[in-house]
T-cell receptor, first 113, second 113 residues
Framework: EPEVTQTPSHQVTQMGQEVILRCVPI?????FYWYRQILGQKVEFLVS????????KSEIFDDQFSVERPDGSNFTLKIRSTKLEDSAMYFC???????????FGPGTRLLVL | AQSVTQLGSHVSVSEGALVLLRCNYS??????LFWYVQYPNQGLQLLLK??????LVKGINGFEAEFKKSETSFHLTKPSAHMSDAAEYFC???????????FGKGTRLHILP
């Protein structure tokens, strides 16, 4: 069964460093998403992406964040200058269309020191 | 604005007993409703969803949920708990015009032998 994959599974970085989290969505899906889950808190929407553009973003998704689909398979989330409060589990998701089910990857656990 | 409330951050049931995880939502228009499960160290897996039509929805692993508009609820049930059901369960809502899913805080289900 097709699935969303994410790399790395864990990432430790120093505050102020840039990180790139990578996702490979399901191959025929056209809509891509990033969510995050700070430890002990709820899963929160960050951004959605369609047709090489951001279609919706939350207040969390400020200028430090960016997303890109650099080729036909990868979908990346970049955090330009990490802060301690960026430590969280980051989930990528994809769907065939906006009405269809979003399928989630296993997540990348980011720890900012 | 949409919101999701899950009653009980932790629920314990005995193996073989009924599982009931409560979820209430707030939405200005009829939403799509979801239950996702997160097993330890894994991503979010869709258990079931309600979009339109029959209000009793059956999902994987013997779970089902009933959409009750009058009560704005979407409680998750399973007649007989199994040890493998131990996980965190997230109720979620999405407007059919929106990209983003709004998640509840999650309920950790413990199964007692």
């Amino acid at each position: 069964e097709p699935e969303v994959t994410q790399t790395p599974s864990h990432q430790v970085t120093q505050m102020g460093q840039e990180v790139i989290l990578r996702c490979v969505p399901i191959s025929n899906h056209l809509y891509f998403y990033w969510y995050r889950q700070i430890l002990g808190q709820k899963v929160e929407f960050l951004v959605s992406f369609y047709n090489n553009e951001i279609s919706e973003k939350s207040e969390i998704f400020d200028d430090q964040f960016s997303v890109e689909r650099p080729d036909g398979s990868n979908f990346t989330l970049k955090i330009r200058s990490t802060k301690l409060e960026d430590s969280a589990m980051y989930f990528c998701a994809s769907s065939e269309s906006v009405q269809e089910t979003q399928y989630f990857g296993p997540g990348t656990r980011l720890l900012v020191l | 604005a949409q919101s999701v409330t899950q009653l009980g951050s932790h629920v314990s049931v005995s193996e073989g007993a009924l599982v009931l995880l409560r979820c209430n939502y707030s939405s200005s228009v009829p939403p799509y409703l979801f239950w996702y499960v997160q097993y330890p160290n894994q991503g979010l897996q869709l258990l079931l969803k309600y979009t339109t039509g029959a209000t009793l929805v059956k999902g994987i692993n013997g779970f089902e949920a009933e959409f009750k508009k009058s009560e704005t609820s979407f409680h998750l049930t399973k007649p007989s708990a199994h040890m493998s059901d131990a996980a965190e369960y997230f109720c979620a809502v999405r407007l059919n015009r929106d990209d983003k899913i709004i998640f509840g805080k999650g309920t950790r289900l413990h199964i007692l032998p």
